[in-house]
């Protein structure tokens, strides 16, 4: 018998996987068990080339391999590795084999080690400290978000891995590259002329992690402010940048090197599956790669009701629920939500001469009316501005609004309480009602109104920050 370790992903989750391998005699014959997918059942062909052409033998006997837990499909090529050494530890090929040591590779047909987009996210399965080592091919990258980098070995091929186990060679850990802390120079804030009040409004958003919906004519900046927001945005952690990085490249996704917040702005026919996951095996959406990041709905009105209102639950609680038949699967999505509207089909209401009914008003919002339109923590009116007024405005750089944004979350991770002047309090009860809020309003007020006094290092939350907070409520464009 042979035995060795890999992992394979169950929705976005690492799994540890029990590789058995079984030589005996009988008609030769090559099975693999424990409800691989087809990508791991034609690994057979692989692993055969791969052993004969490192000048070793395949055993032309019976050969079964176990995968375990067998009751979890297995999908992926990052098993390969793990079944070539269990068939040669089984066949008697080798003598030595290191204990608590996984394998994450693919194997080409001259037996050289290729690596595996999902090999980060699989490696969270081992990162105990039970675990010696997980060994991976020398051209797999992103050791640098691994919480222990030394945990990696690397190899060139299968030749390489059998010498290291007659300890001819020594297996190195791969290079570790910095990541990339800066903002490109081509996102700040200090590009967009004018607009203070709506820059104000992202500072906040950024300072509180809220939600916020830009609300203006077309050509106002809207969309120009969204995409530029992630410049104000603080840098993610190391542990929130592994786990941002391990998910977008587990399926392939493009993203920096870099503790930058990342930002997914999907185009807007996007179905529910894909803004919130789905399918079998289940894909993550939108909102999953938004994690800890950005999530832009441009043009929000313009997106199916049916994807918007997927989004309520994800807004709230942070995680999107998917139950399926063979279980509950919970996938991240900590995301900010920046969406942009015009106002009206003609998108002049409340800025221009509108054009449009009250009827036609009303159906452009039924997509987000009610309890979605509630989530949103700002609601920002952004209005057309001449060149005049745009060069009267102070300019401030990312960096500046970024540094004063970062002092706040620090202020609010250690919750720090700061309390309502007795006349605040009762004004705010006043207008709750006068402006018929409800309960999560009011409590959004509270939150925008504690984030301003943070942000101003106030001692108490007055009335003018309290008429601030209830400004970005915007309850007359809506």
């Not at 080798?94 to 590779?105: D, L, N, S």
């Not at 870099?258 to 702005?265: E, K």
């Not at 942070?318 to 063979?326: E, Q, S, Y």
């Not at 952004?382 to 202020?411: C, H, M």
């Amino acid at each position: 018998m042979g035995k060795t370790y890999s992992a394979v992903l169950d929705g976005i989750d690492s799994l540890p996987v029990e590789v058995e391998a079984d030589v005996s005699r009988g008609l030769p014959s090559f099975q693999i068990v424990g409800l691989p997918d087809s990508t791991v059942s034609e690994s057979k062909a692989r692993i055969r080339s791969a052993i004969k052409n490192s000048g070793i033998e395949f055993p032309n006997k019976r050969i079964t391999v176990n995968l375990s837990p067998a009751g979890i499909r297995k999908r992926g090529a990052g098993l390969d590795l793990a079944i070539a050494l269990a068939i040669l530890q089984a066949a008697g090929h080798v003598e030595h084999f290191p204990q608590k040591t996984a394998w994450i590779a693919e194997l080409a047909l001259t037996g050289e080690l290729r690596p595996v987009p999902a090999a980060l996210r699989l490696t969270q399965a081992f990162c105990i400290d039970e675990w010696h080592h997980v060994v991976v091919s020398k051209h797999q990258h992103d050791a640098e978000w691994l919480p222990n980098p030394k945990i990696w070995l690397s190899a060139d091929n299968l030749r390489q891995i059998l010498a290291w186990f007659q300890e001819k060679i020594q297996l190195s850990s791969p290079d570790v590259l910095a990541p990339i802390q800066s903002f490109s120079s081509n996102n700040d804030f200090s590009h967009i002329h004018g607009l203070d009040w709506a820059k104000r409004g992202l500072e906040i958003a950024a300072s509180g992690r809220m939600h916020t919906l830009l609300i203006g004519p077309p050509g106002s900046g809207k969309t120009t402010l969204a995409q530029q927001a992630v410049s104000i945005f603080p840098s993610l952690s190391m542990s929130q940048a592994q786990e941002v990085i391990s998910i977008h490249r587990a399926y392939s996704r493009e993203i920096n090197n870099s503790l930058m917040a990342p930002v997914v702005q999907p185009h807007h026919s996007c179905s529910v599956a894909a803004m919130i996951g789905g399918g079998k095996p289940i894909y993550p959406g939108e909102a999953t790669f938004a994690h800890h990041g950005i999530l832009i709905l441009d043009e929000l009105l313009e997106f199916p009701s049916t994807t918007l209102q997927a989004l309520r639950e994800p807004l709230v609680e942070g995680t999107i629920r998917l139950a399926r038949g063979n279980g509950v699967k919970l996938l991240p999505a900590q995301f900010t939500l920046i969406a942009t509207t015009n106002p009206c089909p003609c998108g002049e209401y409340g800025f221009g001469e509108c054009s449009c009914t009250s009827q036609q008003r009303e159906k452009y919002w039924k997509a987000v009316r009610g309890p979605l339109l509630d989530r949103f923590d700002l609601c920002i009116s952004v209005g057309r501005q001449t060149y005049k007024e745009n060069d009267a405005y102070t300019i401030e750089t990312s960096k500046t609004i970024q540094k004063r944004i970062v002092k706040a979350r620090e202020l609010l991770d250690k919750n720090i309480q700061i309390p309502w002047e007795k006349t605040t309090k009762k004004l705010l009860d006043k207008w709750a009602e006068q402006l018929r809020f409800s309960y999560r309003a009011v409590l959004s007020v509270q939150k925008v109104a504690h984030i301003i006094a943070l942000l101003e290092q106030s001692s108490s939350i007055h009335h003018s920050i309290l008429e601030e907070a209830i400004s970005y409520r915007n309850t007359s464009i809506r």
